[in-house]
């Protein structure tokens, strides 16, 4: 797979603006040109207004949308994001965005993944019962740089999504405060109305090029990175084995040529503070 072929093109798999931090990329790194998909719907695999469920991890989904798009867009390529937004894996009580990147070539079936979790987000929603609470959590947001959303509480029903302005925020708040007594207001997560995530999307491209400019030492396959690692580094007092890496594993997605590195950080034991029996 030749990526450095400027006949070849990229379609990028997006409604939101993504382009914006992956064209430019992909053209400086492999002299790649990119068309942006506009026959294919990404909301209808999810949507984080809550219209549309996503059914599918992160990865399937960014898969699904690069496939499918390229079911009516033919193109030698496609990449596709998808993000989502909860408790962050190593820490339940701090907020995390985890954004996915996809990179699909469907001459070989070859999928290559990369991704980037960050608790530098502004994802938040809030019952607001009067305009200075919605004021206050506008400004927490970022608002008007980042976009807002505003539903009914009872049915989620969405009012409004995508305001970034005050005089529309304003209005929109005074002309359904009249019919209900609160209002949810949540931040727009979609990219093009949060340069926050748009942020960490950039960094996500980031590591996709790199992992995509790793090869394969045999078959020369891009995407040849640490895909597992193995713990056991033993204690230098007790020779024990402990939580930290004794090896990284490197598999090829194409051929399956493994290959592994011992002693990745460059140290055969671990020092005794690490170690749950001589520092329990």
């Not at 807002?148 to 359904?176: F, M, Q, R, V």
Request: with cysteine.
């Amino acid at each position: 797979m030749n990526l450095y072929d400027k006949n070849r093109k990229l379609l990028i798999v997006t409604k939101h603006g993504k382009e914006e931090v992956i064209q430019s990329p992909f053209f400086n790194e492999f002299g790649l040109q990119s068309i942006v998909s506009t026959k294919f719907d990404t909301d209808t695999l999810g949507t984080f207004s809550g219209e549309k469920e996503r059914i599918q991890s992160a990865n399937e989904t960014a898969l699904q949308k690069c496939k499918k798009a390229l079911e009516v867009e033919p193109n030698d390529f496609a990449v596709s994001s998808e993000g989502s937004f909860g408790p962050h894996p190593s820490n339940p009580f701090i907020v995390a965005n985890e954004e996915v990147l996809c990179f699909y070539e469907p001459k070989n079936n070859l999928e290559i993944f990369a991704k980037e979790i960050t608790t530098e987000t502004n994802y938040n929603s809030a019952l607001v019962k009067n305009w200075n609470e919605l004021y206050v959590f506008a400004q927490k947001a970022l608002f008007p740089s980042h976009g807002l959303i505003l539903k009914e509480p009872s049915s989620l029903h969405i009012i409004a999504k995508g305001i970034n302005n005050w005089e529309d925020l304003e209005l929109i708040y005074n002309t359904n405060n009249k019919k209900i007594d609160s209002l949810i207001v949540e931040t727009d997560m979609r990219a093009h109305l949060n340069p926050t995530r748009m942020k960490q999307i950039s960094k996500c491209v980031s590591k996709l090029i790199d992992t995509l400019k790793s090869c394969c030492p045999k078959c020369n396959t891009p995407g040849f990175v640490i895909n597992n690692y193995e713990e056991g580094l033993p204690c230098r007092l007790c020779e024990r084995s402990t939580r930290s890496i004794l090896k990284t594993i490197c598999k090829c997605n194409y051929c399956n040529y493994v290959e592994e590195n011992l002693y990745p950080r460059g140290k055969e034991f671990e020092d005794p503070m690490y170690c749950e029996y001589c520092n329990p």
